[in-house]
């Protein structure tokens, strides 16, 4: 059984940083094989695509709102990525999920973590 762990939430003021973690479990999986993605989802409001990163770790994407602020990684001998924020914002404030993805570009994960709660205060 797969599972994606997110870790790394909690409560921070605005301009602050939080570096999220996904930590992939599984008899024999192992993310290296699977494109990464991180969402989120503001209360009241759809989940929406924030970054995805390729097997490799050669290619990424940031949605627009995030560009220049968030950073996702990788490490797959630790089966784990990562999604550094800074210059975090009130609107950024969601649950973060994490996602694995048989293909780049495709943001139609596989697999899904639980979510860790973003709190940015003003």
């Known amino acids: 059984q797969v599972q994606l762990v997110e870790s790394g939430g909690g409560l921070v003021q605005a301009g602050g940083s939080l570096r999220l973690s996904c930590s992939a479990s599984g008899r024999t999986f192992s993310i290296s094989t699977y494109a990464m993605e991180w969402f989120r989802q503001a209360p009241g409001k759809e989940r929406v695509f924030v970054a995805a990163i390729n097997s490799n770790a050669r290619s990424t994407n940031y949605a627009d709102s995030v560009k220049g602020r968030f950073t996702i990684s990788r490490d797959n001998a630790k089966n784990t990525v990562y999604l550094q924020m800074l210059s975090l914002k009130p609107e950024d404030t969601a649950v973060y999920y994490c996602?694995?993805?048989?293909?780049?570009?495709?943001?139609?994960?596989?697999?899904w973590g639980q979510g860790t709660q973003v709190t940015v205060s003003s």
């Open positions: 996602a694995a993805s048989v293909n780049f570009d495709d943001y139609n994960p596989r697999y």
